[in-house]
Every structure is written in structure tokens, then in C-alpha cells.
């Protein structure tokens, strides 16, 4: 049982090593060069990668063996009830809120415009903003795989939404907006999220997985976007009225 968890985690380790290794050998390059770093932060840096080498093989095969086929099975037994037009947007919603509160990535886009803005814009307004931009496109994802609604009726309005709102919006919020939507589609969403999309469109009838599977990726890049666009939108008004 326990070396079933491990079964092709060679193919894992191999993956790894080839993303880590260049990386390696750009900052020993950069080091001997340039940053002549002393051995105190030599070796804290190659017991960091030593960790990230660890966790990514870890967390990759987390996702082989665990993620993926949770999702498909979750996302089957979902698109198999009934009033599932209500149902499962309503548990994409929360779905979502769920793998962004987990998801490291936003967590530390957070701590950073928290920290450069001086507290003006705390991580956890950011955090609840990015929550709910994520919940929403995955609730428009579930919808639009039971409802068999092209994914351009939501991405071409979307982004059109999203450059009215660059011109409107407030300034310092319109990089975040942008680096909030790479963020988003972060390994817990892509792994999870993804998989029970897959599996509620491969039971649903009249619905292929791989043309209404997919794209629920291109949502979640979308709406916290959006969602930190509006935010931005609020601020404004709020200095506004403080004047």
C-alpha cells in the first residue's frame, strides 16, 4: 500500500531535477562572479534548494497519486446528482475560496503588497478579494460546463471588463490586478480544481471533457483581476469621500 504511494515517483524526481539544476548552476555562475557570498549564506541557500528539491518531488507526487484523483472522483459524483445547476456552482464557489486560502503563492503576493504599501493595502483584504474572484470564475466554470456555454462568452467580455476598468481604476492597483491573475492559477487550483472540472464535464451528458473540461484555468486567471480592479475602484471612492 505504502510503496503504491511511490510508484513512479523516479519520473517525479527526474522532472525536479531538471527544473532545479539550471537554476543551481545560474546562481553558483552569479556567485562566483558577482555575489561572493560568504559560507554561512552559501550553505543556507543549498539547504533551502536541498527542501524545495524535497517538497516539489513530494508535492508532485501528492498530486499523481492524491489531487488528480480526488478531483475526477469528486467532480463525477457531483456532475451525477441532480439539481446540480444549483448545486455545483454553488460548491465551485466555495471550492474556490477554499484552494485560494491554501494556495502559497497568493499568500506571499499578499505579504508583499502588504508590506511595500505600508500596510495600505493589508494581505488580508487581498486575501478575501482573491477569494472571491477565484470562487466566482469557478462557480462560471461549473455553470458553463452544465450549461454547455462557449468559453469566449466569458473571456471576451471579461477582458474587455478589464480594460475599462484599467482606466478608471486606481493606479497601484492595476500591476497587482495583473501579477493577482498569475498567482491565482497556482498548483492548488490547476491540480484540484482542474481535476473536478474534468470530472463533472466526462459525466455530464453532451458535455466532452477535453473541449468543456478545460479553460476553467483561462476564469481563474480572469476574475481576480477583476476582482483587484474593483478593489482599486473602492479605494479611490474611499479617498474620495475622505477629501
Do not use: C
Request: cysteine-free; glycine content about 10%; aromatic content about 10%.
Amino acid at each position: 500500500m505504502i510503496m503504491a504511494l511511490f510508484e513512479g515517483i523516479d519520473h517525479v524526481v527526474l522532472e525536479v531535477t531538471m527544473a532545479i539544476v539550471p537554476l543551481l548552476i545560474f546562481f553558483l555562475v552569479f556567485q562566483f562572479i558577482f555575489l561572493k557570498l560568504d559560507k554561512e549564506k552559501i550553505k543556507n541557500i543549498i539547504v533551502g534548494l536541498l527542501f524545495t528539491f524535497a517538497g516539489l518531488v513530494l508535492f508532485l507526487q501528492g498530486v499523481e497519486v492524491g489531487f488528480f484523483p480526488a478531483g475526477e472522483a469528486i467532480g463525477e459524483l457531483l456532475g451525477e446528482r441532480e439539481n446540480t445547476m444549483l448545486l455545483l456552482p454553488a460548491l465551485g464557489f466555495l471550492f474556490g475560496l477554499v484552494a485560494t486560502f491554501a494556495e502559497p503563492a497568493i499568500r506571499i503576493l499578499n505579504y508583499e503588497v502588504e508590506k511595500v504599501t505600508a500596510g495600505s493595502i493589508s494581505k488580508n483584504v487581498m486575501l478575501i478579494t482573491l477569494s472571491l474572484g477565484v470562487g466566482v470564475s469557478i462557480a462560471l466554470s461549473m455553470f458553463r460546463i452544465l450549461a454547455g456555454i462557449p468559453l469566449w462568452w466569458f473571456i471576451a467580455p471579461g477582458y474587455g471588463l478589464v480594460m475599462i476598468l484599467v482606466f478608471i481604476s486606481k493606479d497601484r492597483f492595476i500591476s497587482i490586478a495583473f501579477d493577482a491573475g498569475g498567482v491565482a492559477t497556482g498548483p492548488m487550483t490547476v491540480t484540484f480544481i482542474m481535476a473536478i472540472a474534468v470530472g463533472v464535464a466526462s459525466v455530464t451528458e453532451g458535455r466532452d471533457p477535453l473541449m468543456d473540461g478545460f479553460g476553467m484555468i483561462a476564469l481563474v486567471a480572469l476574475t481576480p483581476i477583476l476582482s483587484v480592479l474593483i478593489l482599486g475602484l473602492i479605494y479611490k471612492q474611499k479617498e474620495r469621500m475622505e477629501q
